[in-house]
């Protein structure tokens, strides 16, 4: 059930997630409010439609830029969910127009188009910024870090939602967590990798700090649209792609230009979206309005997950059972390498930029510690369930 349904049930899930949301935030806010200066201005940038600027009857209209298509399943259905809901906690005070990439901006314009306020929000990924903040990937999926579960609790209970607001701050940017697609996979292949022989020189379309990873590793990384995989894979132009997962690779035919479907996804294994916010706007309105637009993302967040976590099963199935894939491990030696490398790269870069070292740090300890409870405990749990 989505978060948008009008249905009896749909409405007290949500009232149950808001109140939930809204009681285990008061601390959270608190830190939030300690980190970044929410009090309102005198002055209302928004198109004031009636009442006085900040006052509670005034109504606002504002627009977010997306780095998806329009309407895109998934990920770009998330950035309209939390338009809807918002404008139904707000009772329609506050109306957020949503714009596919290219619609505004181009798909990578949206950051600099909310930091400079020419819209008031955006939906997008962290790591799409790694040119101007080295540091960004942690704020999406890292290779070999941490799963949903685990990126949420270091966000939200671990310290990571405050630095991420700290780094975003000269930018005039205000970010929020916006959705996760939990674990990726792998990956398309033509051809059956076997040994870490099999990598070199492979052309495969893997983006951010993982694409250097796999370069690194003896392989050619490139990064090109979603939109141009099916062709790209067809056409010869590369050897291999990861997109998502099952739900999102079967609906760009991805198993009809290759045989080969590999797990799991240790380039990005909890890849986690973003709402960003433009300071100045957010310091324009009310701070009832405020709180929406916070427990609307931090619902909006889960509600991903789980579609992902329900679409990712079925689409697994129907490849399974009319496509004929059957999903496959890399093998240990070469996934025990790629994390050799991913660690040997982190290194570097610590070394090279300060923020990127601190970031690190925090994310690193942290998944130090989940680690060691999710292994006497999750992970525990699914070798247990599969005894009988
Ligand atoms: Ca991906």
């Not at 314009?109 to 790591?127: K, L, Q, W």
């Not at 870090?145 to 609790?153: K, L, T």
């Not at 790269?345 to 740090?361: G, M, R, S, V």
Request: hydrophobic share 35%.
């Amino acid at each position: 059930m989505s978060i948008s349904s009008s249905s009896p049930i749909g409405t007290l899930s949500i009232v149950v997630v808001i109140l939930l949301a809204a009681l285990v935030g008061v601390s959270g806010l608190y830190v939030q409010q300690r980190a970044v200066d929410y009090s309102p201005r005198s002055t209302s940038i928004n198109k004031q439609i009636d009442g006085e600027p900040g006052s509670l009857g005034q109504r606002y209209e504002w627009r977010m830029v997306t780095t998806w298509p329009k309407n895109f399943p998934g990920i770009g259905m998330t950035p309209e969910r939390f338009s809807k809901l918002v404008e139904r906690m707000s009772n329609g005070r506050l109306v957020i127009r949503v714009y596919g990439s290219g619609e505004l901006v181009p798909a990578l314009g949206i950051f600099d188009a909310v930091s400079n306020g020419s819209v008031e929000m955006g939906h997008g990924s962290a790591y799409y910024w790694k040119g101007k903040i080295p540091a960004s990937p942690f704020f999406t999926s890292v290779p070999f870090g941490m799963n949903a579960q685990e990126i949420n609790a270091w966000i939200h209970y671990g310290g990571g939602l405050e630095l991420w607001r700290t780094v975003y701050k000269p930018f005039g940017l205000i970010p929020f967590s916006g959705g996760n697609t939990g674990i990726q996979m792998s990956g398309w292949f033509k051809k059956e990798i076997r040994s870490i022989d099999d990598l070199q020189g492979l052309k495969m379309r893997i983006p951010g700090i993982a694409g250097e990873v796999f370069s690194r590793a003896g392989g050619t990384s490139v990064t090109i649209p979603g939109s141009e995989l099916y062709t790209s894979m067809q056409t010869g132009v590369i050897d291999a792609t990861e997109w998502v997962g099952p739900y999102n690779d079967i609906s760009f035919g991805l198993h009809e230009v290759a045989e080969h479907y590999y797990h799991s996804g240790w380039h990005e294994p909890g890849a986690m979206l973003e709402f960003i916010v433009n300071e100045d706007k957010w310091n324009s309105i009310p701070k009832d309005l405020q709180a929406i637009i916070e427990v609307a993302a931090r619902a909006i967040n889960q509600d991903t997950l789980d579609e992902y976590t329900a679409r990712n099963a079925t689409a697994l199935q129907n490849l399974q059972s009319n496509f004929g894939i059957t999903p496959k491990a890399l093998p240990r030696e070469v996934l025990q390498y790629l994390n050799e490398v991913a660690l040997e790269y982190y290194a570097e870069l610590a070394a090279q930029d300060e923020q990127f070292a601190e970031i690190y740090e925090s994310y690193n300890n942290f998944q130090i510690t989940v680690r060691k409870y999710h292994d006497i405990s999750e992970k525990e749990y699914y070798i247990t369930r599969d005894y009988n």
